[in-house]
Each structure stands twice: as C-alpha cells, then as structure tokens.
C-alpha cells in the first residue's frame, strides 16, 4: 500500500488530454514539493515536472503539473502513441523522514 | 555527458550482504544529493534511502531501516548502499539517483540504468 494514491490505470484516444491524480497528506504533498517521472518499458524513470509545475529542459509544454492541498495532478495533453508508459507521482514525507512514491499509473493511448 | 553507473549487484542467499556502488560523472557529484531507489519486478517504484551532499541527512524507508546503510564518497565521486540481512523481498532492480538540491527533495534528474539483486538460495 503506498503512501500516495494513484489511479491504476488511465486511457484516452491519441491527441486527446488525460489527467493523473496523486493524493496524499499533509505530512507529504501538502508540506513538500511534487515530482513526476514517466518510465517506458524497459527503461530507467524519466524526471518529467519537479516543484509541483517545472519542465526539465527537454520536456515538452504538453507536460503540465499542479497541486492543490494534499493533492497533485499531471496532465498530459495533445496524447501521443510514444506516451505509452507507467507515470509516478513522489514526494518527501516530513513525518516519515523518508521519500515516497505513488503506486504508480499505466497509462494507454487507444 | 551526466551518468550514473552503478554495479555491485548479483545473487546472494537470504540473510548475507551485498554492497553497491554508483559512480558518477559529468557533473559535480557534491553539490547534490543523492538517492537509491529500488523497483521489483513487475512492481512500482520503491524509495530506498536519501543522502544529501554533505551526508549531514540521510533517511531510509522502513522496509531496510537498520539493515541498509547509505554513504557517499565526494572525493570519488560515488554513492554506496551496503545491504546486510538480505530477504526475499529486497530482490529488484537498484537505481541510483541524482537530486536536483543539496538536501533530500525527491527531484531526481538523472538515473542511472540500475543495478539487479537476486536473492535466493
């Protein structure tokens, strides 16, 4: 069970929008900031938004990040096939003392 | 180029110890700190342990508080993470990470391409 709750899976049809939720406390979003990875098959976790809503340089504006209170959310517009991936939502856990990530969301491009 | 390599990793029996290393390049390893950060097959991402640059913070997940240590070696330009007590369950794929700050703060830029412990007997 992880700390930061995460949607199992997601899906849209390519070009469409899609939305990850990533809800956690006060103790870890709301206290600290939020970054997001995406990770391809087979590959190492990619740094996509850190902050709560900056882009890596390399990152394309289609990667937006937010939060609000205890939760976050990546939003992922103008959907490509290439965005087939699993997504991770992470944050520091001042409670914990220790790093946490979400789940973990598949996303699907129909 | 910024890299992360680590190596270390291998088959061990439950209960003995393994030590890993990532070498780092292509930036300056002591202006950040570092992570491990552990993924089981076909499982999520999991946290490991934190260090931040000067080894004045460092924090572990509950799952290997006690039975893991992390340490780091500015001069070389490496991170460690030595294991002891190795279960079933610390059987993964070990990656090695670069904080974007100084102390820990999750924003990890740059991944090294991992590091798998098995543990069987």
């Known amino acids: 069970q992880s700390v930061l709750t995460q949607p199992p899976s997601v899906s849209a049809a390519p070009g469409q929008k899609v939305t990850i939720s990533c809800s956690g406390s006060?103790?870890?979003?709301?206290?600290?900031?939020v970054s997001w990875y995406q990770q391809l098959p087979g590959t190492a976790p990619k740094l996509l938004i850190y902050?709560?809503?900056k882009r890596p340089s390399g990152i394309p504006d289609r990667f937006s990040g937010s939060k609000s209170g205890t939760s976050a959310t990546l939003a992922i517009t103008g959907l490509q096939t290439g965005d087939e991936a699993d997504y991770y939502c992470?944050?520091?856990?001042?409670?914990?003392?220790?790093?946490?990530f979400g789940g973990g969301t598949k996303l699907t491009v129909l | 180029e910024v890299q992360l390599v680590e190596s270390g990793g291998g088959l061990v029996q439950p209960g003995r110890s393994l030590r890993l290393s990532c070498a780092a390049s292509g930036f300056t390893f002591d202006d950040y700190a570092m992570h491990w950060v552990r993924q089981a097959p076909g499982k999520g991402l999991e946290w490991v342990a934190g260090?931040?640059?000067?080894?004045?913070?460092?924090g572990y997940a509950d799952s290997v508080k006690g039975r893991f240590t992390i340490s780091r070696e500015n001069a070389k330009n490496s991170l460690y993470l030595q294991m002891n007590s190795l279960r079933g369950e610390d059987m993964a794929l070990y990656y090695c990470?670069?904080?974007?700050?100084?102390?820990?703060?999750?924003?990890?830029?740059?991944w090294g391409q991992g590091t798998t412990v098995t543990v069987s007997s």
């Open positions: 260090i931040s640059w000067n080894s004045g913070s460092i």
């Open positions: 990470a670069k904080d974007m700050q100084e102390q820990l703060d999750l924003g990890m830029d740059v």
């Open positions: 902050d709560n809503n």
């Open positions: 006060s103790s870890n979003i709301g206290n600290n900031y």
């Open positions: 992470g944050t520091w856990d001042s409670s914990l003392s220790a790093g946490v």
